[in-house]
């Protein structure tokens, strides 16, 4: 079966990077010339996928401004002459039919999940972390479905993390099954000793997932920081039925990290047509005074 929906939990509080997601949410954070939420719908269509879901909260609305027309500056650029802007202006309010909902308590990306319930319906469904951007020939979302459609399991992208990072991260109980596939037999969250550790792969940022998790999720109990895991609900979906794993090709920056932030900028900005060159000359010469 085909992913057709998406879901993009976009409502978390961004306390990482504040002051900034005080007043501008994270996801709108610019890699270059784009918000970080704009690759991963990009990324979602490129995939295949047709309805997205944004998840977000109060303050969050510039969210639903970019994605939507902008008459006053489309009439600007087109009395300009300025096709070339109109198109990508055009464009974005183009991508897909997206809707948007909102998480009316922060209640962990578990919650954000269970709020897609009545979207989703009664079918398997893509969820992209509003923060996670993946840039990569290959959608990291296309790697994923492509696993779902040859598995019929819950499928979740994942990386092997730094040893001394895992305690922020997932850690997941792997057997390698083909190329970049493996099958994953439990996880924890955030495992607080040496002992609690799986193994360093992680779970970060995608995922595809059947219709059962919105049960089980109703069914979870909140879990680290007073939340509701998703972690946890995929947990019992892993000892249920089993899941997949897929280490993603493409590189995964996270928006919700000041250094990420930066790394984003620096490494899609050195590919970029029209500032590449002038940012390589930059960093060099920068280089040289460190
Ligand atoms: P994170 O845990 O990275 O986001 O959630 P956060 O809570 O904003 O992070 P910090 O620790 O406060 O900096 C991953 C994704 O899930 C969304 C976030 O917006 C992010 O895109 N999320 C998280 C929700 O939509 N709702 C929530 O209740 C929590």
Do not use: W
């Amino acid at each position: 079966m085909k992913i057709k929906k998406a879901v993009i939990p976009a409502a978390g509080l961004g306390t990482r990077v504040l002051p900034i997601s005080k007043s501008l949410p994270k996801e709108m954070l610019p890699i270059v010339d784009k918000p970080a939420i704009q690759y991963i719908v990009e990324e979602a269509v490129n995939a295949g996928i047709t309805d997205i879901l944004i998840i977000t909260n109060r303050g969050k609305h510039v969210i639903e401004d970019h994605f939507d027309h902008s008459y006053e500056l489309e009439d600007v650029l087109k009395s300009n002459n300025r096709s070339d802007l109109l198109k990508q202006v055009e464009g974005v309010s183009q991508l897909a039919n997206i809707y948007f909902l909102r998480q009316k308590e922060t209640r962990g990306l578990g919650h954000a999940v269970l709020c897609a319930k009545s979207f989703v319906g009664n079918e398997p469904f893509a969820v992209l972390y509003g923060d996670d951007v993946i840039i990569g020939q290959d959608p990291a979302i296309a790697q994923l479905c492509r696993a779902y459609e040859k598995y019929g399991l819950g499928v979740v992208g994942i990386k092997e993390v730094p040893k001394q990072d895992i305690h922020r991260y997932s850690s997941l109980k792997v057997e390698h099954l083909e190329g970049s596939l493996y099958r994953v037999s439990d996880m924890v969250e955030k495992p607080a000793t040496e002992a609690e550790v799986l193994s360093y792969f992680s779970i970060l940022g995608r995922c595809i997932l059947p219709p059962e998790i919105f049960g089980i999720l109703e069914n979870t109990p909140l879990g680290v920081g007073g939340e509701l895991q998703l972690t946890d609900a995929m947990k019992t979906l892993t000892q249920k039925q089993g899941m997949v794993g897929v280490d993603f090709t493409g590189v995964r920056y996270d928006m919700g990290n000041k250094l990420g932030i930066l790394q984003a900028n620096i490494e899609v900005g050195l590919t970029h047509p029209e500032i590449g060159n002038d940012l390589r000359n930059y960093l060099k010469e920068l280089a040289k005074t460190l």
